[in-house]
């Protein structure tokens, strides 16, 4: 079985500053991980992935996160915030023999200027 | 590449109307469509997977003769909402697997949301 927690339903930052959204995931088999954004009535944009090669994850608009399996996290951090990057923002669990992605509760990440 | 729209971009009906959804993947074949739901602050709830020429599978919970899927085609997927309710308001995300890919690898569409007064 595979889960995934969110810590944060809600991180606010100021723009320029790092941000940090807390991921940890359950699953039987070596998952694979993924970071997905949602702008307000917009559909899902994918990040960054993880599928067992390097445990640094970089991905786009400056995101990154780091697979941690003694830690079972996978983090999502960026140096700096902008403004465009409010928005939902989901961790993901797949893998396994399944071909079944089970989402997480989203962060919303809030940027003031 | 990779492109899946979903049509329409939104859609009003009143209750006891079915409305239908569908799902394209532009550029590749899609053997394997998923349809997602999403209520308003909440995360995305797999319905159901389909298979090209094959009955979906429905997840737990969802109600097969409600939301009829059909995957007639490699490119096409349709998800009807029959005889719908002010509670069956959401939105609608469907996402396609190209056959031969890795199991994950799912491009999503930009969604339907679908409000039933």
């Known amino acids: 079985a595979q889960s995934v927690t969110q810590l944060d339903s809600h991180v606010s930052v100021s723009e320029g500053t790092p941000v940090l959204l807390r991921c940890n995931y359950s699953?039987?088999?070596?998952?694979?991980l993924f970071w997905y954004v949602q702008h307000p009535n917009k559909g899902l944009q994918l990040l960054l992935k993880?599928?067992?090669?390097?445990?640094l994850v970089k991905g786009i608009n400056g995101f990154e996160a780091e697979f941690k399996k003694s830690e079972t996290s996978f983090h999502l951090t960026k140096p700096s915030a902008h403004m465009s990057d409010a928005a939902e923002y989901f961790c993901?669990?797949?893998?396994?023999?399944?071909?079944?992605?089970?989402f997480g509760t989203g962060t919303r990440l809030q940027v003031f200027p | 590449g990779a492109v899946v729209s979903q049509h329409p971009s939104w859609v009003i009906c009143k209750s006891g109307t079915s409305v239908k959804i569908e799902c394209r993947s532009l550029?590749?074949?899609?053997?394997?469509m998923f349809w997602y739901r999403q209520f308003p602050k909440q995360s995305l709830m797999l319905m159901a997977t389909?298979?090209?020429?094959?009955?979906?599978?429905?997840e737990q919970g969802v109600e097969k003769d409600k939301f009829l899927i059909n995957h007639a085609s490699l490119t096409l997927s349709t998800l009807t909402v029959t005889s719908a309710h002010p509670e069956d308001s959401s939105f609608y995300i469907c996402?396609?697997?190209?056959?031969?890919?890795?199991?994950?690898?799912?491009?999503f569409g930009p969604g339907t949301r679908l409000t039933v007064t």
């Open positions: 699953s039987s088999y070596s998952p694979s």
């Open positions: 389909s298979n090209e020429g094959s009955k979906a599978t429905y």
């Open positions: 993901v669990v797949g893998g396994g023999n399944t071909d079944k992605l089970i």
């Open positions: 993880y599928t067992s090669a390097a445990t």
């Open positions: 996402s396609a697997r190209e056959g031969g890919s890795r199991p994950y690898e799912q491009y």
């Open positions: 550029d590749f074949q899609a053997t394997t």
